[in-house]
């Protein structure tokens, strides 16, 4: 029987961590080609995990005015469309009102005139015919059709839904007879509109996800969507990935007879007052004379290169700690641009594994610290001067996918500067809200790889 051969294009860091730093192209005997324009660090990373029969680099892309102008009004179109389907005007936030450029202003605002013309799904629906005619016009598209003909893949796999070049790829794959699969690349990218690409196949983390697919995206096709759960959550049950603990905390400058809490950043669109949050705790734990008790561990996240932490970091330089996610980035920064280390993995889980609490701004590390049955708490309160006068904590949790927990329960609120001392220094073990809310939003992700493994037929 001759062996399967997968191209596998991986839009982002995360997705490079989660599929190929974890089992489900390892031990394989399919051939995997990797279709990518990353650099030589990345790559040398990749090899120490992924046995690679190839590499293939991916041809500049250009997109077109009418390229983004579909996909923009088909983004825009879908939020409005999903908005009224849910009952829920937080939708609307996932689009930027505010444009910067005057160029940007007038393709926007014509986007924003034109979208409620768009109002009924058959309408979205022309609107994405559209798009795929106009992908296929693209040189880009011809140039890719030319190296998929060359190569010959069975299937392409791509790690996330939303990436712009993936959307060409995946059509000339399918004009081609050429299997296509792809990921939902986070628990709340549904509602947001973003699916660029059309897949054969979409794997997704849970029932409760395919159940999303389906009412958000009713054109595709119940047989098409395969619960196979997420392998970045296997991490956490291999003990290997857990770090000696006098080197993690001689490393990290940690102190062995104070407890961590653990703050864990958003990217500065999500949470722009993540340092003034990291201020309060600060100042509570001094405050009520808990800094001999306690020690803060920041992990920023991967992709935040603002240095907007720096400050307090250093005024607190004795309760506050780092300990930097080991990620590859070039001179552009760009998220897209940013890659894991293979050690970041064992930072990651090894950061869960010895912090007894976790605290943000709704973030999914709640699930990375569930876990190992570590509690997590919400902060919810506004500051009074923001860094972003426009944002409130307030809209983060009226987002649709907050709306998946079964019980409010499952974390702890932090309402108020003054809660700090007692809501983040109590010893909880994790409740059964919490463990519901992962069963529900993670399905079995311990045998991810192998269903995965099962479902490629590697």
């Known amino acids: 029987m ?18 190929l730093f974890s089992n489900v192209f390892r031990n394989t005997n399919s051939k995997l080609v990797l279709f990518h324009n990353f650099d030589f660090e990345t790559i040398s990373a990749i090899k ?25 009004l088909i983004c825009l179109s879908r939020l409005y469309h999903n908005h009224n389907k849910v009952n829920n005007i937080t939708l609307l936030s996932n689009w930027n009102w505010n444009q910067k450029s005057f160029p940007k202003n007038v393709f926007y605002n014509l986007i924003e005139k034109t979208a409620p013309f768009f109002s009924s799904y058959k309408s979205i629906l022309k609107l994405e015919k559209n798009y795929q005619k106009a992908i296929r016009r693209n040189s880009f598209y011809k140039e890719v059709r030319d190296i998929l003909e060359k190569s010959q893949p069975n299937i392409v796999f791509c790690s996330h839904q939303r990436a712009l070049k993936a959307a060409s790829i995946f059509a000339a794959a399918t004009d081609l007879g050429i299997s296509t699969s792809t990921v939902l690349f986070s628990w709340d990218n549904l509602p947001k509109a973003r699916l660029a690409l059309r897949a054969d196949n979409y794997l997704v983390w849970s029932e ?69 949050y990291l201020r309060d705790i600060a100042e509570e734990l001094i405050t009520n004379n808990l800094q001999n008790e306690y020690q803060i561990l920041l992990r920023r996240c991967p992709v935040d290169f603002s240095g907007r932490f720096d400050a307090v970091v250093n005024e607190y330089k004795d309760l506050i700690k780092e300990a930097t996610p080991l990620w590859y980035f070039n001179t552009s920064k760009e998220w897209n641009a940013v890659y894991p280390s293979v050690d970041d993995v064992k930072l990651l889980v090894s950061t869960a594994f010895y912090c007894d609490v976790v605290v943000n701004v709704g973030s999914t590390m709640a699930f990375d610290f569930a876990m190992f049955s570590k509690p997590c708490v919400f902060i919810n309160y506004d500051q009074q001067k923001k860094i972003e006068d426009e944002w409130s904590v307030k809209t983060i949790y009226q987002f649709q996918h907050f709306k998946s927990m079964p019980n409010k329960d499952a974390v702890i609120w932090l309402n108020k500067k003054e809660e700090i001392a007692d809501k983040i220094t109590i010893k909880p073990n994790i409740n059964s809200e919490m463990m519901a809310w992962k069963d529900v939003i993670l399905g079995d992700y311990k045998n991810a790889s192998s269903k995965m493994q099962q479902f490629f037929k590697i």
Request: hydrophobic content about 30%.
């Open 2 to 19: 001759e062996k399967n051969k997968i191209l596998l294009l991986f839009p982002d860091g995360v997705g490079i961590r989660n599929y």
């Open 208 to 276: 409760y996800m395919k159940k999303e697919l389906l009412l958000y995206y009713p054109e595709i096709s119940t047989d098409s969507i395969h619960v196979t759960g997420t392998p970045q959550f296997e991490f956490y049950e291999d003990e290997k990935n857990i770090i000696d603990k006098e080197i993690f905390y001689t490393r990290y400058n940690l102190d062995p007879v104070r407890k961590i809490i653990c703050f864990s950043g958003d990217d500065t669109k999500t949470s722009p007052d993540d340092p003034l």
């Open 48 to 72: 120490q995990c992924t046995t690679l029969e190839d590499e293939i680099t991916i041809p500049n892309y250009k997109e077109s005015f009418t390229e983004k102008f579909l996909r923009e």
